[in-house]
């Protein structure tokens, strides 16, 4: 356990493997429930809204924030991706989480360290196809840190939605006794996704950067006036993105919510969902069209 300098502080931060196993257990033998909140730190207002509905429903309260290395490609953001510990911290204090779970690289992925998890199908569009180590990464760390901390509940945000559709596959194919909760995407109050990533942008970037919401925004009024064309939508969308200066699209697709298979018309629920790069930060984005 690792001391803490101020003596009012109520989490208490854990960074080895067995101590954390040795708490959850203890919690179990108590009969508490365990809700366990998986980040990567840097939090903001998305990240407390899914810890929020944890204290809400279950007795003790798990949040882990390590920044995940398998999950990153070679040229991706690692190293730059931005740590806040103490703030963080501060703010888990404030909140009353029970526990940070915060392990090293070297204690989660000791040398020699040989298994990763893959999930099939569902992670070769959208953001795998531009990450192709994502969800092998993520579904690997994902399951790791159930085996520690042995959650009864977890809570994910539908920011990452296809990460979501990753995580409630591994535990229906394995058999993970953990109940998944999707948490429904936050945003700043002028429509701008939040994300640790938002740190990065300039005040012009950060203003370039809401031509993602404007546009799913947009596509969303012309498919309540009737227009079911993903051809005309998908137009739309990439139109009002490209006519923002600074902007690169990755992806745009619009597509079955669980499958991820590309449609031609907007019928049934439908998934639009968008990654592009603002400045030096891909941002993602995305909305749901219920049945129409
Ligand atoms: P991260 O630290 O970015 O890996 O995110 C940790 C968790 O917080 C994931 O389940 C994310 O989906 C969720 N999350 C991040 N940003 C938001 C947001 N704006 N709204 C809801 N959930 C979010």
């Known amino acids: 356990m690792i001391e803490t300098k101020n003596s009012t502080r109520r989490v208490t931060v854990i960074s080895s493997i067995s101590e954390m196993k040795e708490i959850s257990q203890s919690f179990q033998k108590q009969n508490l429930t365990i809700g366990l909140v998986p980040t990567m730190g840097c939090l903001h207002e ?15 309260t798990v949040v882990s924030i390590f920044v995940n290395p398998t999950q990153f490609g070679p040229k991706e953001d690692l190293e730059s991706y931005p740590r806040q510990f103490e703030n963080d911290i501060e703010k888990l204090d404030e909140i009353g989480v029970d526990i940070l779970f915060h392990p090293s690289k070297e204690e989660m992925y000791p040398t020699g360290y040989k298994t990763f998890v893959e999930v099939k199908n569902i992670t070769e569009q959208l953001c795998g196809k531009s990450r192709p180590d994502l969800f092998q990464g993520v579904a690997t760390v994902v399951l790791k840190l159930f085996n520690i901390v042995q959650p009864y509940n977890a809570f994910f945000g ?13 535990v229906k194919d394995i058999n993970l006794d953990v109940a998944i909760i999707r948490v429904p995407l936050v945003r700043e109050n002028d429509g701008l996704a939040m994300s640790s990533r938002n740190r990065y942008l300039s005040v012009q970037e950060r203003q370039t950067a809401l031509s993602l ?8 009024d012309h498919i309540r006036q009737g227009i079911t064309s993903v ?16 902007t690169k699209i990755d992806y745009i697709s619009i597509c079955d919510p669980l499958s991820f298979k590309e449609k031609e018309q907007i019928r049934g629920r439908t998934l639009i969902a968008l990654a592009v790069k603002v400045g030096p930060s891909r941002l993602i984005d995305n909305c749901i069209i219920e049945e129409i």
Do not use: F, M, P, Y
């Not at 539908?158 to 591994?170: C, F, M, S």
């Not at 919401?213 to 969303?220: G, M, P, T």
């Not at 051809?231 to 600074?246: A, D, F, H, P, Y």
């Open 46 to 60: 998305g990240h407390l809204s899914l810890i929020k509905k944890s204290l809400e429903s279950c007795d003790k």
């Open 158 to 170: 539908e920011k990452d939605w296809q990460q979501l559709a990753v995580i409630e596959t591994l």
């Open 213 to 220: 919401s404007r546009s799913l925004q947009k596509a969303q």
């Open 231 to 246: 051809k005309i939508i998908s137009n739309l969308i990439q139109q009002n993105i490209l006519e923002t200066e600074g």
